[in-house]
């Protein structure tokens, strides 16, 4: 896997006048996991849509760089992968529709040995050819989580990734947070006593601006 690092220059964003992230500082070197800290409100899902390129700071920088070059914003598709609570699938189309879509979309090589695969790795192999609607609350979650590590990203983002699992769901979380850290780099976006205890080093959020972004 690609080496990776990420660097954060009094990094900022406001969604409206006192609404946002307040500026944080920070630079990660390599693989491990990461966990993004913070009361609710203090912009740790911002910071990972900022580092997904989803979303431009509003002052500072936030630069990607994978195998010594910077990635710019519209190509970190490439090499992120990030499974969020905001994530939706199409409830008409099966699991496995679902993934062969963005497979597709990826211009991956094999998409069904894809799809198969990460599917296979979040236990829900078995119900490929269910519609999406189907699911408990738990198994979308595991698929947001199959969604992530489809193409296998080098920079895994995980916002609150154990929201609506049970024990085997977490035990999967866990399964893949450390396959993953061993060659990649994982940010983990948490305020879970457990999921603290996955990472390497931390990021400190303080001070929320009172938005729940």
């Given at each position: 896997m690609a080496a990776i690092a990420i660097e954060a220059h009094d990094v900022e964003h406001r969604f409206?006048?006192?609404?946002?992230?307040?500026?944080?500082?920070f630079r990660h070197d390599g693989a491990g996991c990461v966990a993004v800290l913070g009361t609710n409100g203090a912009g740790k899902s911002t910071l990972l849509r900022m580092v997904a390129g989803l979303l431009r700071p509003t002052a500072g920088t936030l630069e990607v760089h994978v195998d010594g070059a910077a990635v710019p914003m519209p190509e970190r598709r490439r090499v992120v992968g990030f499974a969020s609570p905001e994530l939706a699938f199409y409830d008409e189309f099966t699991v496995g529709e679902n993934l062969l879509f963005v497979a597709g979309a990826r211009g991956m090589a094999d998409p069904p040995a894809a799809v198969r695969e990460a599917l296979g790795r979040v236990?829900?192999?078995?119900r490929e050819a269910d519609r999406v609607a189907a699911l408990s609350s738990?198994?979308?979650?595991?698929?947001?989580?199959a969604f992530a590590v489809l193409h296998r990203p080098a920079l895994l983002l995980l916002d609150e990734p154990g929201s609506h699992l049970d024990d085997v769901g977490r035990a999967v979380t866990e399964a893949i947070v450390a396959e993953h850290r061993r060659e990649g780099l994982v940010l983990l976006a948490t305020n879970e006593p457990r999921e603290r205890e996955l990472a390497d080093s931390r990021i400190e959020l303080r001070g929320g601006l009172g938005h729940p972004a």
């Open positions: 409206a006048p006192g609404r946002g992230l307040q500026r944080v500082s236990g829900l192999l078995e738990g198994m979308k979650q595991r698929l947001r989580l």
